[in-house]
């Protein structure tokens, strides 16, 4: 990803990187179509060590929400650490209500502010302005949790192969 003149790749705590990196995600939420946004803060204590396993227990967790509810399929969630230890960003609750994301995640204490697309950047920006993103050397790929919807799985359709018999001539008989 592109960052400012003296950082390639962008640098988190640049206000000019973090910038156009919050507005090129923004575009990128926004050019999904998304519907029923959510401004999302879970309000964890984590540090860089915790974060990766938070990432695998929230998929998980959205995983089987997705197995157990149709509603689940089309939910997207954009976040990223913060120094002060909580996960802020924005989700896509698409069919969910927010009581209902609110409820699948009882395990962490969060909050939930509905957005519409035009605060979609701001929200953004709340997130990844240097002084509140965490630390984590270059680039955002350790602090960052994505989660894509979940496509439904399609099944290639079996191939019919028509097998031509050859008929072999009758053998002339000389006699």
Same mark, same amino acid.
């Given at each position: 990803?592109?960052?400012?003149?003296? &950082?390639?790749?962008?640098?988190? &705590?640049?206000?000019?990187?973090?910038?156009?990196?919050?507005?090129?995600?923004?575009? *990128?939420?926004?050019?999904?179509?998304?519907?029923?946004?959510?401004?999302?803060?879970?309000?964890?204590?984590?540090?860089?060590?915790?974060?990766?396993?938070?990432?695998?227990?929230?998929?998980?967790?959205?995983?089987?929400?997705?197995?157990?509810?149709? =509603?689940?399929?089309?939910?997207?969630?954009?976040?990223?650490? *913060?120094?002060?230890? &909580?996960?802020?960003?924005?989700?896509?609750?698409?069919?969910?209500?927010?009581?209902?994301?609110?409820?699948?995640?009882?395990? =962490?204490?969060?909050?939930?502010?509905?957005?519409?697309?035009?605060?979609?950047?701001?929200?953004?920006?709340?997130?990844?302005?240097?002084?509140?993103?965490? *630390?984590?050397?270059?680039?955002?790929?350790?602090?960052?949790?994505?989660?894509?919807?979940?496509?439904?799985?399609?099944?290639?359709?079996?191939?019919?192969?028509?097998?031509?018999?050859?008929?072999?001539?009758?053998?002339?008989?000389?006699?």
């Amino acid at each position: 990803m592109r960052g400012c003149r003296r &950082h390639r790749p962008s640098d988190p &705590h640049c206000p000019i990187c973090a910038g156009r990196y919050a507005r090129r995600v923004a575009r *990128s939420i926004v050019a999904s179509k998304p519907r029923n946004l959510a401004a999302v803060e879970f309000k964890t204590d984590l540090d860089i060590g915790e974060f990766d396993p938070f990432r695998v227990a929230v998929r998980n967790l959205i995983d089987f929400q997705r197995r157990e509810c149709r =509603w689940w399929r089309d939910f997207r969630l954009w976040g990223w650490l *913060s120094s002060d230890g &909580h996960v802020r960003g924005v989700a896509a609750l698409d069919a969910l209500q927010p009581d209902e994301f609110v409820d699948a995640f009882l395990r =962490w204490p969060m909050s939930v502010r509905r957005i519409g697309v035009e605060e979609v950047e701001a929200a953004v920006v709340a997130a990844v302005r240097p002084g509140v993103i965490a *630390s984590a050397g270059r680039g955002y790929q350790q602090v960052k949790l994505v989660i894509g919807p979940k496509g439904v799985a399609r099944v290639a359709a079996p191939v019919i192969s028509v097998q031509r018999r050859v008929i072999e001539p009758m053998p002339v008989l000389v006699g």
